[in-house]
C-alpha cells in the first residue's frame, strides 16, 4: 500500500520489498465469483507484472479471460503463451482481426461466467485486496452499477488521484478514470456494451457517459488500490487523447450523444440506510478458501491511527509475522487510518470494513474472512463492534480461538471502556488478555472469572528503544537545548483521555515557580488546536 504522505512509486504491487500472504486456492475449481477482463495487444515483459498482481489477489476464486487483439510481436506471443495452460483458471482467447479495447471487452463480457466482471488492463496492477473490497462492495451495495477506488499514476508519471464515480460530474470536463473497476455485467448488456468504433481512445469515457445517460453509475472506495502506468506519450497510441483539439472533438461528441448530463447531471443515487429490526444478510455465495501454511490470526480493531493502543497493535503484527504467522486486519471505526500503510508493511491482508460494506453486511464479511482464510485465533482490541460480534462469530466458527486484549479501564465511558465489555463478553471468550495487573484486579473486582484473565506486559524492543547519548547530544544540539537543560517531553494523541489540559497547568505552574525547562509536545488530535492556544494564551 502506497503511503499518501510520502509516496514511494517503485513501491508497487509487485515490489520485492512488499508483505506477501499465502493467497493461493484451496481448490481452483469452484465457479468464480469475478470474471476478470484484459484485452492484449503486443504487450511486452511488463505483462508479467501485471499478471503477478493478478495471481496475487486476495479473492482467489476468478476466471482471467485475456483477449489477444490480433498481436503480431513474436515476444509479446511467447509472453502470452507461458498463461495459456498454466493456471485452470485463465483463459487466452485469440482475435484473427485487431478490433480495439472496447470490441475486446465486449467480446471477453459475453463470455463472463460471473455477474461482476473486473477491468484491467495489460500494464496495469491491482493491490492484493482489490478484487476482494470491490466484489464486496458490489454485494453491499446494490444500487451502485460499477465501483473504482483511488489510483496511483506512475512510470512516465507519477502521481495520487482521488477523483472518480464519487465525483461524477468532473466527467463532463474530462475522463477521470482509467479502465480498472468492476461492472456489473446485467449493467454492460443493458447498455450494449462499449462502442468498439471507437478505436482511437477514450471508449472508456464514453461507456461511463453511456451509463450514466441511462441511468446507471457507481462510486469509489477511498483507497489507492490500483496503479496506472503512464507511457511517455498516450496519444502516439490513442490519437483522441491528445490535449488538445481531437480530446475537445470528442468531447463535443459526448455532448450530442448524452446531452442530459449536461442538462440536468448524473445520476442520484445514495446509499440505502439501514432501518431499525433489520434483518442482517447471513448468507455468503462465494467461499474462496485459501491454502493453509503458517498459523493466522485476526485482529479487529477500531482502525489505524495514531496511538499508543494502535503501536501495540502494529508492534504485535511486526512481532507475530516475523515469527511465522500470518495476519489479516479488519477496522470497524471509520477514523483517518493514517497508520494502514505501517501495518502494510506486515500483511497486506487489511480491511477498513466501513470503506466497502454496508454495515448490516460487516457480519457476515467477518465470518466469511475467517473461512476464507481458516483463521486460527480472533483478537478483539478496543473495538466496540468486535465485541458485539462475539456471539454471532463464535456460534458460526466454533473451531476458533477468541480473546481480546485491554489496555486500560475509563470509568467515564460506558462504565469501565473496553475492560467493561470484556467482563461483559468474557463468556465468549477463550482467554482475556490485559496489559497490567492492575486492570486484571479491576476486572475480577467486578466479579469476572479470574481464571480466564491473562496479564501480557506491552514491553519494548530494547535494540530498538535504547539510551543514546550520541543521538540525545545530536538532538539537543539541533533544538539549541543546553546539555543540562530539564526537557519535558509529551507523547502521544492529543485528546481528554491524555490530559493536555493537566499538561498546560503544570507548565503553567512550573514557570510560575521559576523553575528553567523546556517542554516538547509530539502528537495530533482533536484538542491540538486548543493546547497550541493554550500555550500562546499563557
Known amino acids: ?69 490480433a498481436s503480431f510481436d ?51 496492477l491491482l493491490e492484493p485486496t482489490t478484487l476482494e473490497k470491490w466484489y464486496w462492495f458490489l454485494v453491499s451495495y446494490p444500487e451502485y452499477s460499477f465501483v473504482k477506488c483511488y489510483t496511483v499514476g506512475f512510470g512516465a508519471d507519477n502521481y ?63 483507497e489507492y488500490l490500483n496503479w496506472y502506468r503512464r507511457r511517455p506519450d498516450h496519444n502516439d497510441r490513442w490519437e483522441n487523447w491528445d490535449y488538445g483539439k481531437r480530446q475537445a472533438s470528442f468531447q463535443k461528441m459526448l455532448r450530442q450523444r448524452y446531452p442530459r448530463l449536461w442538462e440536468r447531471g448524473f445520476p442520484n443515487i445514495t446509499r440505502r440506510e439501514m432501518f431499525s429490526k433489520e434483518t442482517l444478510p447471513d448468507t455468503n455465495s462465494v467461499e474462496n478458501r485459501l491454502q493453509k501454511a503458517k ?30 504467522w500470518e495476519v489479516s486486519i479488519a477496522a470497524t471505526v471509520l477514523g483517518d487510518n493514517s497508520w494502514l500503510p505501517l501495518f502494510a508493511q506486515y500483511t497486506p491482508d487489511i480491511f477498513i470494513l466501513n470503506n466497502f ?3 448490516t453486511d460487516q457480519p457476515r464479511f467477518l465470518r466469511y474472512l475467517i473461512a476464507s482464510r481458516q483463521v486460527d485465533v480472533v483478537m478483539v482490541t478496543n473495538s466496540e463492534m468486535g465485541y458485539m460480534l462475539l456471539p454471532y462469530l463464535r456460534a458460526h466458527c466454533p473451531e476458533v480461538t477468541f480473546v481480546d486484549y485491554c489496555h486500560m479501564e475509563e470509568e467515564y465511558w460506558k462504565n469501565g471502556g473496553y475492560p467493561r465489555m470484556a467482563i461483559d463478553y468474557q463468556e465468549q471468550l477463550d482467554r482475556n488478555i490485559v496489559a497490567s495487573k492492575h486492570i486484571r484486579e479491576w476486572m475480577i473486582s467486578r466479579n469476572a472469572d479470574e481464571r480466564r484473565i491473562s496479564v501480557c506486559y506491552i514491553n519494548v524492543d530494547t535494540e530498538v528503544w535504547r539510551p543514546d547519548p550520541e543521538l540525545r547530544k545530536k538532538t539537543r544540539g539541533e533544538l539549541g537545548f543546553q546539555d543540562d537543560l530539564p526537557v519535558i517531553l ?42 497550541k492556544g493554550y500555550v500562546i494564551k499563557h
Open 1 to 69: 500500500m502506497i503511503n499518501p504522505e510520502s509516496p514511494d512509486y517503485s513501491y508497487t504491487p509487485v515490489s520485492p520489498r512488499r508483505s506477501r500472504y499465502g493467497y493461493i486456492p484451496a481448490d481452483p475449481s469452484p465457479l468464480p465469483c469475478v470474471s476478470v477482463v484484459t484485452p492484449f495487444y503486443n504487450t511486452g515483459e511488463i505483462f508479467h507484472e501485471t499478471a503477478r498482481s493478478m495471481l496475487g489477489q486476495s479473492l482467489q476464486q476468478w476466471e482471467w479471460l485475456i483477449i489477444n487483439d
Open 74 to 124: 513474436p515476444a509479446a506471443l511467447a509472453i502470452l503463451d507461458e498463461y495459456r495452460s498454466g493456471d485452470p483458471r485463465i483463459r487466452v482467447i485469440d482475435l484473427d482481426e485487431n478490433g480495439g479495447p472496447g470490441m475486446a471487452r465486449n467480446l471477453a463480457f459475453s463470455l463472463a461466467r460471473s455477474e461482476y466482471v473486473a477491468l484491467l488492463d495489460s500494464d496495469d
Open 160 to 222: 495520487l488521484w482521488i477523483y472518480g464515480f464519487h465525483t461524477p460530474n468532473e466527467f463532463l470536463r474530462d475522463n477521470q478514470v482509467d479502465s480498472a473497476s468492476m461492472v456489473r455485467k446485467s449493467v454492460h448488456e443493458a447498455i450494449g456494451g462499449y462502442d468498439d468504433s471507437l478505436r482511437q481512445g477514450l471508449e472508456d469515457w464514453d461507456y461511463w457517459l453511456h451509463c450514466a445517460h441511462e441511468g446507471y453509475w457507481g462510486d469509489s472506495i477511498p
Open 295 to 324: 498459523p493466522r490470526l485476526l485482529m479487529i480493531v477500531p482502525w489505524m491511527t495514531s496511538g499508543g493502543a494502535d503501536k501495540f497493535n502494529l508492534d504485535l503484527a511486526g512481532q507475530l509475522t516475523s515469527r511465522g
Open 357 to 359: 460494506l454496508h454495515l
Open 490 to 531: 509529551f507523547v502521544g494523541r492529543i485528546v481528554a483521555q491524555k490530559q493536555p489540559a493537566v499538561l498546560g497547568r503544570v507548565m503553567v505552574a512550573l514557570r510560575q515557580r521559576g523553575l528553567r525547562f523546556k517542554t516538547l509536545v509530539a502528537g495530533n488530535g482533536p484538542d491540538f488546536d486548543w493546547l
